[in-house]
């Protein structure tokens, strides 16, 4: 074959093989032409021919990661528990100060759950039901109250006040040493009033303020007679011991004096104060009622308890600045620092010294006015009136000038 048709012919099959790449380049999927580089990474896989493909970088790895930690905000107030009073709402709990403790049989019980309802709001007063279910005086060898009584004025918990509230189980045989006692004969009630006397004065002996409170209206007739004698009993030995009896008669009574089941609560509604067998017990407002009267005797005593001075005083800053004042008036009045002993001025000054009503009194013995040194007749009216009580003289247009009107 010559070679211009050799030539020619190798130029056609040139052509048709570009022809035939350009079209699988373009049939193939867009995935397999990224993958492959395009046109030159097409070239390059077919002929081996081109640039190499340059492989995509590997993620570096990162350090351990850290586990996160919210920011704490930064606090702009303070506990509640460190700025409001104690017992206040937030604040800390008010810790009780004052120690009442309850003695007593079943009726003693009741008291202790007036009085707790009763000092529900005042939680520093605290009170503690020391009583005893179906216990009395009679029966020792069932439970010892004088014995009782002596451990508790001798030891601890403190007790700042004691309530006896005892009787219903009593009317019964007493055992006075090899004695067997019928109830309410003369023997018996020697040898109850001494347990009595001996039940309260180991309070009294501690220091320790004794409310004894008597039984109320029965109505059973002759429980109620019996009661009457019993109250006898310890109003006299009772307060003879050093402790205060509380008589709840008349409160629980109709007005015959007699038992009542219904009456006035401690808001003036009438309900029901009494209940059980015989009319022994008392309701929740029976015993809220009861507690009423030992209330005022219960504060008198927490209040003297209460440290307490007798008048506050100034700082001393304070106090020589105002005694510093006073003793400038008094030398732009001309008026010199009064002696111990000495009159005092009875003009009266344009204005007078500044007193802090808190200072510690300085006249002798905490008098308002020093004893007039001058006699009656040189006193002016201010000194009659402050020291004698004499009513001033009457002056024309004054409140207290009641002369008529001349008519001309």
Request: aromatic share 6%.
């Amino acid at each position: 074959m010559p070679p211009e048709r050799v030539s020619s012919s190798m130029l056609v099959l040139a052509r048709i093989t570009i022809v035939a790449l350009c079209c699988l380049f373009l049939t193939a999927p867009a995935s397999e032409a990224q993958d492959s580089g395009g046109l030159p990474g097409f070239l390059q896989h077919l002929f081996g021919i081109g640039p190499k493909p340059q492989t995509a970088p590997q993620p570096i790895a990162s350090p351990k990661a850290r586990p996160h930690k919210p920011r704490k905000k930064d606090q702009d107030f303070v506990s509640t528990a460190s700025t409001r009073a104690p017992g206040s709402p937030g604040g800390e709990p008010v810790q009780p100060t004052f120690f009442v403790s309850v003695l007593g049989d079943s009726l003693g019980i009741l008291a202790a759950q007036g009085l707790s309802e009763a000092f529900v709001e005042k939680p520093e007063i605290s009170i503690t039901d020391a009583a005893r279910d179906l216990s009395g005086l009679t029966r020792d060898d069932y439970y010892d109250w004088p014995k009782i009584a002596r451990g508790l004025a001798a030891g601890s918990p403190k007790i700042d006040i004691v309530v006896v509230m005892i009787g219903i189980n009593d009317l019964q045989p007493l055992k006075d040493g090899a004695d067997t006692l019928d109830p309410l004969s003369d023997k018996w009630r020697a040898a109850y009033a001494r347990r009595v006397e001996s039940l309260a004065a180991s309070f009294h002996d501690a220091r320790i303020p004794v409310l004894w409170v008597g039984l109320p209206p029965m109505s059973d007739e002759r429980f109620n007679s019996q009661a009457m004698a019993l109250n006898e009993i310890y109003r006299e030995h009772a307060e003879k011991a050093g402790a205060k009896y509380i008589d709840i008669w008349d409160p629980f009574a109709n007005q015959s004096g007699q038992y009542a089941a219904f009456g006035p609560d401690v808001d003036g509604q009438e309900v029901k104060l009494r209940a059980g067998p015989n009319g022994i017990y008392f309701t929740k407002a029976g015993a809220r009622k009861l507690a009423q009267f030992l209330e005022a005797e219960i504060r008198h005593v927490f209040d003297k308890s209460k440290p307490q001075s007798d008048i506050a005083s100034l700082p001393p800053d304070i106090e020589q600045e105002a005694d510093d004042i006073n003793a400038q008036i008094r030398s732009e009045m001309g008026v010199g620092t009064p002696r111990a002993g000495q009159a005092a001025a009875l003009t009266r000054p344009a204005a007078g010294p500044i007193l802090p009503l808190t200072a510690r009194p300085i006249s002798a013995h905490g008098a308002l006015v020093e004893t007039l040194g001058a006699p009656r007749e040189a006193a002016g009216e201010q000194a009659r009136a402050l020291r004698l009580g004499e009513a001033p003289e009457p002056r024309t247009g004054r409140a207290d000038d009641f002369t008529w009107p001349r008519l001309d």
